[in-house]
């Protein structure tokens, strides 16, 4: 099976940066997408940003400018450099990723088990 495990989260103030870390273990032949989402109190979960293997990368209108994504696909590893960080950003924020078991096979969507991001003074 297939494991995300995240790293990084934190109370922070607003203007404040925090970097977050997700490592995916486990039985991967091949991963087309890492990325982020988030989940705020009372709200549905929804896409941050993530990176398509192949060079893309995707960013929430809400984030662009102050969030980067980084991956480092031969280490299944991506990151998400969130700066200048307001109290709406406050989630819980998850990793997520598409992942093939085998050569060939059809990629399935794995999740981590959530970070939280506070943003307040």
């Known amino acids: 099976q297939v494991q995300l495990v995240e790293s990084g989260g934190g109370l922070v103030q607003p203007g404040g940066s925090l970097r977050l870390s997700c490592v995916a273990s486990?039985?991967?032949?091949?991963?087309?997408?890492m990325g982020w989402y988030r989940q705020a109190p009372e709200k549905q979960r929804e896409l941050v940003a993530n990176f398509i293997v192949g060079g893309s990368t995707n960013f929430a209108d809400s984030v662009k400018g102050r969030f980067s994504i980084s991956a480092d696909i031969a280490k299944n590893t991506v990151s998400l450099q969130m700066n200048s960080l307001r109290p709406e950003d406050t989630a819980v924020y998850y990793c997520?990723?598409?992942?093939?078991?085998?050569?060939?096979?059809?990629?399935?969507?794995?999740w981590g088990r959530g970070t939280q991001v506070t943003v307040s003074s």
């Open positions: 486990g039985s991967i032949y091949s991963i087309h997408v």
């Open positions: 997520n990723a598409e992942i093939a078991l085998v050569r060939a096979g059809v990629p399935f969507e794995y």
